[in-house]
Nanobody, 124 residues
């Protein structure tokens, strides 16, 4: 059974940090581009970051560039999203996703598998 499970969300103050994890089962993450998306209430799901399957190259949305870092541990079949200098506007449900496409798939429709999401709330 193919499954992606996110963890690591929570409540954090502005300026704080969180590390999200995305653990895969039923398939090997190595062969997939992995994306992190987020969806705030009343807004569309947006791409935040992606790591390619081929060489581990990374992509970041302008809104998180310099603050977020995506990485993968193939031995653990897990992808991480380190989020630093968090802002209230980062508040959303964060989803990880897997795509068979090469390069940096950045739209929702390009992804084959999705996790259930983890809530990130940035508030004082």
């Amino acid at each position: 059974q193919v499954q992606l499970v996110e963890s690591g969300g929570g409540l954090v103050q502005p300026g704080g940090s969180l590390r999200l994890s995305c653990a895969a089962s039923g398939f090997t993450l190595d062969y997939y581009a992995i994306g992190w998306f987020r969806q705030a209430p009343g807004k569309e799901r947006e791409g935040v970051s992606c790591i390619s399957s081929s060489d581990g190259s990374t992509y970041y949305a302008d809104s998180v560039k310099g603050r977020f870092t995506i990485s993968r541990d193939n031995a653990k079949n897990t992808v991480y999203l380190q989020m630093n200098s968090l802002k209230p506007e980062d508040t959303a449900v964060y989803y990880c996703s897997a795509s068979r496409k090469l390069g940096f798939p950045i739209t929702v429709s390009e992804y084959d598998y999705w996790g259930q999401g983890t809530q990130v709330t940035v508030s004082s």
